[in-house]
């Protein structure tokens, strides 16, 4: 089952007190350029207490993100808890709204495929993590010759 909207209200807990959702596919719909893919699933309790509800669950599986500075695909497992509530007077909660937004605030601005990717080279495009092209080293050898030859007309 694919849950697009899911309400949990105060009619839910007529005849019990508790609501278990053990695993469900999680439709994360995104409008970030760098997720590429998202596996998801969720999982919750939803406890009444006498004025309140208290929804305690995680949202698991893998993410397929593109690395902001080398640009390949990578994927991450993803492990975020939350924590809801609403009161008689809310009366219900789309969960599956909130669990978008804590989806929202979770994902990484910059995904990176690892804390230390060198990226590509501004020069030519080389991954640096692969090999290293030394345009980078080259055209500052080049600047600091081209300064000092220029400098060095001067002296003539
Ligand atoms: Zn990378
Ligand atoms: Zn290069």
Do not use: H
């Not at 949202?59 to 809801?84: A, D, H």
């Not at 804390?115 to 590509?120: A, F, P, R, V």
């Amino acid at each position: 089952m694919i849950v697009k909207s899911l309400l949990v209200s105060f009619d839910d807990f007529r005849k019990v007190k508790k609501l278990v959702v053990e695993k469900e596919k999680f439709l994360f719909v995104y409008d970030r350029e760098l997720i590429k893919s998202a596996n998801l699933y969720f999982s919750f309790e939803a406890n009444k207490y006498d004025n309140v509800v208290n929804i305690v669950g995680k949202i698991f599986g893998t993410m397929s993100f593109e690395c902001s500075r080398c640009l390949k695909f990578f994927e991450q497992e993803v492990n975020v808890p939350f924590e809801y509530s609403f009161t008689k007077e809310e009366f219900e909660c789309d969960v599956a709204n909130e669990m978008r937004e804590t989806m929202i605030i979770n994902i990484p601005m910059k995904p990176l495929c690892s804390k230390d990717c060198k990226g590509l080279c501004s020069i030519c495009g080389n991954d640096k993590n692969e090999k290293d092209c030394f345009c980078e080293r080259k055209m500052k050898d080049k600047f600091v010759a081209e300064k000092w030859s220029k400098i060095g007309k001067f002296k003539v």
